[in-house]
């Protein structure tokens, strides 16, 4: 599985920013995907992630403020991003691995072996 991720940039705080997520690769799997985040000095942070049953979990610090959009068709999983505060600056990365390996634990970066490069989110 092959994830591209894009959409970030630079944006004042209050603003608002979407990312976009597209999965290619492996058509024959069903595939949980995911949002995380990593600022620098800390760690990777799941923020957003679709269950094996298809609900959709949330990190409390973007709950209210970020919300998730899956497009099966077109293997996307967009990021709507409102609000934005400063501490929302991070590097953001798309993470995806097959529904029996997932599971409930869309959050936890170390059920997902599948990973983008990154796109960088700046908020001053």
């Known amino acids: 599985v092959q994830l591209v991720e894009s959409g970030g940039g630079s944006v004042q705080a209050g603003g608002s920013l979407r990312l976009s997520c597209v999965a290619s690769?492996?058509?024959?799997?069903?595939?949980?995907l995911a949002w995380f985040r990593q600022a620098p000095g800390k760690e990777r942070e799941g923020i957003a992630g679709v269950d094996s049953d298809g609900s959709i979990s949330y990190a409390d610090s973007v709950k209210g403020r970020f919300t998730v959009s899956r497009d099966h068709a077109k293997a996307t999983l967009d990021l709507e991003m409102n609000t934005l505060k400063p501490e929302d600056t991070a590097m953001y990365y798309c993470a995806a691995d097959a529904v029996t390996r997932v599971l409930y634990d869309s959050l936890r970066a170390a059920v997902y072996r599948y990973w983008g490069q990154g796109t960088q989110v700046t908020v001053s």
């Open positions: 690769g492996d058509t024959h799997t069903r595939y949980c």
